[in-house]
């Protein structure tokens, strides 16, 4: 069965102290990975995706996040945690256009000063 | 408009009245998505139009839940009959023709009392 599991409900951090989100996946087929975020009272944005190529992708807002075959995953880090980044976070996978997107259950980030 | 809408934000309603949620996509954007978010939860799929057309209704949980997109635009999730479990967040996003990648709304937030 197609899946995605983000192992770690909630994360505190301490600003500027870095980050990695864990997101594991399960898929029959080539996958296309996605990660957004959604801040309280707002839609979820695409922080970034990652389709073929390079396994390391660049986001916005300073985001990466690295393609892992051999381990199925696609984590996410950021090397300097800010205070705003505090969201709830969301990894998802789906194939060609016109297919759903399976979305893990989220991980909550909280940031501390 | 600059990104996916939806209207309304919030609604509260008693069990067994019917509502009607409603999505404005991105222009230009063919496809178009319905979600729903229960609390704690990551987004799960509903439904699917390219244009007019509704390609995938596989994630409708039953025959209370509809929706259409008459003019290729514009789409109506409708919910007859209301239960208190489908109160939920109902997401819509859209995309680009052939592409993968889906753009979210801000949601709409409904109450079944």
């Known amino acids: 069965a197609q899946s995605v599991t983000q192992p770690d409900i909630h994360i505190t951090v301490s600003e500027g102290a870095s980050l990695e989100l864990r997101c594991n996946y399960s898929y029959g087929a080539t996958p296309y990975l996605f990660w957004y975020v959604q801040s309280p009272g707002q839609g979820l944005q695409l922080l970034l995706k990652?389709?073929?190529?390079?396994?390391l992708v660049q986001g916005i807002k300073g985001f990466e996040a690295e393609f892992k075959r051999s381990q199925s995953s696609f984590n996410l880090r950021k090397p300097s945690v800010h205070w705003s980044d505090a969201a709830e976070y969301f990894c998802?996978?789906?194939?060609?256009?016109?297919?759903?997107?399976?979305f893990g259950k989220g991980t909550t980030l909280s940031v501390s000063s | 408009g600059a990104g996916v809408s939806q209207s309304p934000r919030y609604k509260v309603t008693k069990r067994g009245q019917d509502v009607a949620l409603r999505c404005d996509p991105i222009?230009?954007?063919?496809?178009l998505y319905w979600y729903r978010q229960a609390l704690g939860q990551g987004p799960e799929f509903l439904t699917y139009f390219n244009y007019e057309a509704q390609q995938d209704k596989s994630g409708l949980p039953n025959d209370r839940f509809s929706a259409e997109r008459p003019e290729g635009s514009i789409s109506t999730l409708t919910i007859q009959r209301t239960e208190q479990r489908d109160s939920a967040m109902y997401r819509c996003a859209s995309s680009l023709p052939g592409a993968e990648t889906q753009y979210f709304g801000p949601g709409t937030r409904l109450l079944v009392l």
């Open positions: 222009s230009g954007h063919v496809s």
């Open positions: 998802a996978v789906g194939a060609k256009a016109g297919t759903a997107l399976i």
């Open positions: 990652y389709f073929s190529g390079d396994t």
